[in-house]
């Protein structure tokens, strides 16, 4: 699901990457008064404004970003033996489209409600069925410390999320509205 950042988030992520309110302005094109307004959540910006203020902080901050900085964490999983009802139930309770699928807390493949419906427009009866019988590869993973740049590359190549594994454990997952916004 498509998540715009908060006021807090751009005001979070303009200080992480180290810019003042005037120099974000500049760079964005916009007015220092505006970025003050947004950060108070005073004014609702314009969506083509936003990304232009977005996309100023993402160029600033350039590959010093990495996997950990940008990941939300905790991660909603579901077990490979769950049935798929209960995967859909999480996915609309949650408002996500996608699940990593786990068994015994390792990551071994995906769900997602396009696969769902796909299964359903064949007419299948699948909500009893284990996620396992109609899950799809598992999302490519990295550590923290992976930059930003590769989990772009992965994002860019179609995959719709890349999961944050340290020691074996997930400890995070990255999607594109996460990249868009820099940080959560």
Do not use: C, W, Y
Not at 4 to 15: A, F, M, Q, S
Not at 51 to 58: D, G, P, R, S, V
Not at 87 to 113: F, H
């Amino acid at each position: 699901m498509f998540r715009l950042p908060t006021p807090e988030d751009v005001k979070k992520i303009r200080k992480k990457v180290g810019l003042t309110q005037t120099e974000l302005a500049e760079k964005a094109g916009v007015s220092q008064s505006l970025i003050a307004r947004i950060e108070s959540g005073s004014v609702d910006p314009r969506l083509s404004t936003l990304q232009k203020i977005l996309n100023a902080m993402q160029v600033a901050n350039e590959g010093s970003l990495t996997a950990k900085d940008i990941m939300f964490s905790p991660v909603i999983t579901i077990d490979s033996d769950a049935q798929v009802l209960e995967a859909t139930e999480l996915m609309r309770n949650k408002d996500i489209s996608q699940l990593p699928v786990v068994k015994q807390g390792r990551s071994v493949g995906s769900v997602n409600d396009q696969i769902i419906v796909q299964h359903l427009s064949k007419g299948q009866q699948i909500f009893q069925k284990k996620v396992e019988e109609i899950m799809e590869e598992a999302f490519p993973s990295v550590s923290p410390s992976t930059k930003i740049e590769v989990v772009h590359q992965l994002l860019a190549s179609g995959h719709s999320a890349v999961l944050v594994i340290d020691k074996g454990a997930i400890v995070g997952i990255v999607t594109k509205i996460d990249l868009i916004s820099g940080a959560r």
